[in-house]
Each structure stands twice: as C-alpha cells, then as structure tokens.
C-alpha cells in the first residue's frame, strides 16, 4: 500500500518520532474541499468506510486500523472506483489525536470493535479514547457505535448514562426495530464481512449514537457486566470470568 495515494501508513514506531504535517489540513491537502470529515475507527476491511463514502459523496470519510493487510480491500476498492473522498490511515488508535487537529473532525464510527472485555482502557467507547477523541472532535460531535457485542454495548450505554452525553438513537436489535427513517435505514444496512457472518449466526446487532461534548468530565461506570457468553467471530477466547466493569 506504499504506491497508494489514498493510503498514510503511520505505525507507532513512525509517528513517535515524525509529525505529521497534514494534521489540521486534510480538506485542503488530500480532500481539496470543505466538506466535513468523518471516522470510522477499527475499520478493517473498510467496507464501511466505502459504503458511507459512495452514500454521501459531499462528506469526506477516512478509515483508520492498524492492519494493513485487512485495510488493503478498501483502499483497492476505493482507487478502483474513483472515490475522492475516501481516505485510509494505518496508526494505533491509542495515537489518533495526533493526526486531527481541533474541530478538524464532525463524526466517529465505531464499527464492531473488539470489546476488549479484559482491559476498558483499550476499548474504543471508553472514557480514555473518549478523552482523545475530543481532541479533534467538534463540541457536540457525533459517535456511532455498531457492534454485535452485548457485553460493549452495555458497557458503553453505561459511560453515556453515567456521564449524561445526549443520545440521538440506542436500539439492541438493530434489523427488527420500526420506526427508523429511511435515511438512517441506508446507512445501517451497509454489512461488514464481520457482520454477515454474526447474523448469519442468529446475533442481534446493537447500534447507538450519541453526541460528546467537550464540557463534560467523563467517568467510568463501576457497574459489572456480564461478558459475552459466546466467542466472537475469530478473536481469541474471553477470561472465564463471569463479569467484567
């Protein structure tokens, strides 16, 4: 992915020690637009990324995971279909802040992330990457979170209840739930990899979003959680441990 020009490939092991100069100006640099940006973090494949890039040709999106070799598929698919407005970052997302700038970014996607059952400073929707994200994040910006997991899913209504951050949408199962404009229904019908085979195997998939604003001190709930009672499509199996905070 070196000769791809919709690909920036910034490990831990790079950005420790190289600032990326783009940081604050991908509209203008990469996108040469002023069109908002969106995230989608953890995004493997990037069949997310893409979907939501060839929905809204007027927002820019950009993938960010640090396997490569999974991110590949869509910034392939991405040149072969001629979308300017996609874009992949290879980097740790402990790291993320150090790409955006302040009010560089309108929107995150979090899309069936690893829930991370044994640690909550690595999961995605906890109050530690909540902290980063608002780095860059617009006051009052928006974070989706898609995930098969009930365990992440609980966890993270929790963090938005303990903390009293806005909640646009929240529904448990998301493809048997009325009521959903048709707008929100074309977003959420586009199916990771990952996603097919958890419904193929009968799971409910879990949707939410909620607004993050800057002005809040964000807490961890101590509630515990019952893990997930199954192992999740090729991740390595959970602590015997019945619950987790």
């Not at 831990?12 to 509209?27: L, N």
């Not at 300017?84 to 992330?113: H, P, Y």
């Not at 400073?121 to 980063?132: A, I, Q």
């Not at 800057?214 to 009672?229: C, G, K, N, Q």
Request: contains cysteine; proline residues 4%; charged residues 25%.
């Amino acid at each position: 992915m070196a000769t791809y020009e919709n690909v920036f490939q910034y490990p831990f092991s790079v950005a420790d020690h190289v600032p990326f100069e783009m940081k604050g100006h991908w509209r203008e640099q990469y996108f040469h637009n002023n069109h908002p940006i969106v995230l989608e973090l953890g995004c493997g494949k990037g069949e997310y990324t893409v979907g939501l890039a060839k929905l809204f040709p007027d927002i820019n999106f950009i993938g960010v995971d640090i396997k490569g070799a999974r991110m590949w598929t869509g910034a392939t698919q991405a040149l072969k279909e001629k979308l300017t407005n996609v874009a992949f970052l290879r980097t740790n997302i402990e790291i993320i802040d150090r790409f955006f700038a302040t009010d560089e970014v309108q929107e995150i996607w979090l899309t069936f992330s690893d829930p991370q059952m044994k640690n909550p400073r690595k999961r995605l929707s906890s109050t530690f990457f909540m902290e980063r994200y608002r780095r860059f994040l617009v006051d009052g910006g928006i974070v989706h979170l898609k995930t098969d997991s009930n365990f992440l899913f609980i966890y993270t209504t929790l963090m938005v209840e303990k903390n009293k951050l806005p909640v646009l949408f929240l529904t448990d199962d998301l493809y048997h739930t009325e009521g959903i404009d048709d707008d929100t229904k074309r977003i959420l019908a586009i199916q990771t990899y990952y996603e097919s085979q958890w419904i193929e195997r009968g799971l409910n998939i879990k949707y939410m979003k909620f607004r993050l604003p800057h002005d809040v001190s964000l807490e961890e709930s101590d509630v515990e959680i019952p893990l997930d009672d199954y192992r999740s499509y090729k991740r390595t199996t959970r602590s015997p441990i019945a619950t987790r905070k």
